[in-house]
């Protein structure tokens, strides 16, 4: 109900990250405009945020061009916590990226049931890896009522000094 901002420190981010497989990555275009992509991710074990796509992708080429980026890392449930994790990328194409792309699979799925197959399958398809060194993050956050505006939110609350149907305000909801 009523938002919420959490600073966590470097261990908390990525535990949160970490069970979260539903991120918005924002690149640079070479406009200078944004672009936003819903993406796959997951979290690598030397701490790097991974994402599979390819090369083709509008996302790689503004990558290739300037490798600052930031995600948002949403809950599965849209109105749940979420956070946004600042980073430089990296593209990693064929044949280097194998094995991140074997990582990368592991992390966001468990283990598949043929990794040769796994691998000849991102060979045949041309997949490149996107690697992103965490650089900075803020907190994990909640929509909702500022927590500025709770004495007036109580006020319209059943019992509360303007809980009659007649008075409720036409201001109880944030833009």
């Known amino acids: 109900m009523f938002a919420m901002n959490r600073e966590v420190d470097r261990t908390e981010m990525f535990d949160f990250v970490r069970e979260r497989r539903q991120w918005v990555l924002t690149t640079v275009k070479q406009s200078g405009g944004v672009q936003v992509s819903p993406v796959t991710g997951a979290v ?15 996302k790689v ?11 948002c890392v949403l809950s599965d449930d849209f109105g749940g916590a ?4 600042d980073g430089t990328a990296t593209i990693v194409d064929l044949p280097e990226a194998i094995d991140g792309l ?11 049931p043929n990794w040769d197959e796994y691998r000849q399958a991102m060979e045949r398809q041309g997949k490149c890896m996107i ?10 956050a909640t929509g909702g009522f500022p927590s500025s505006q709770k004495d007036m939110f109580e006020k319209w609350q059943p019992g ?3 809980s009659d149907e007649e008075k409720r305000s036409p201001q109880m909801f944030d833009d």
Request: avoid cysteine.
């Open 82 to 85: 979420w956070i946004q994790v």
């Open 160 to 162: 509360g000094e303007f």
């Open 131 to 140: 690697k992103i060194a965490v650089t900075d993050w803020g907190p994990v």
């Open 102 to 112: 074997v990582e990368y699979y592991r992390a966001a799925a468990g283990e598949h």
């Open 61 to 71: 080429h503004n990558i290739r061009h300037d490798g600052e980026v930031s995600i």
């Open 44 to 58: 690598g074990a030397d701490e790097s945020l991974m994402i599979a796509t390819y090369p083709e992708r509008a």
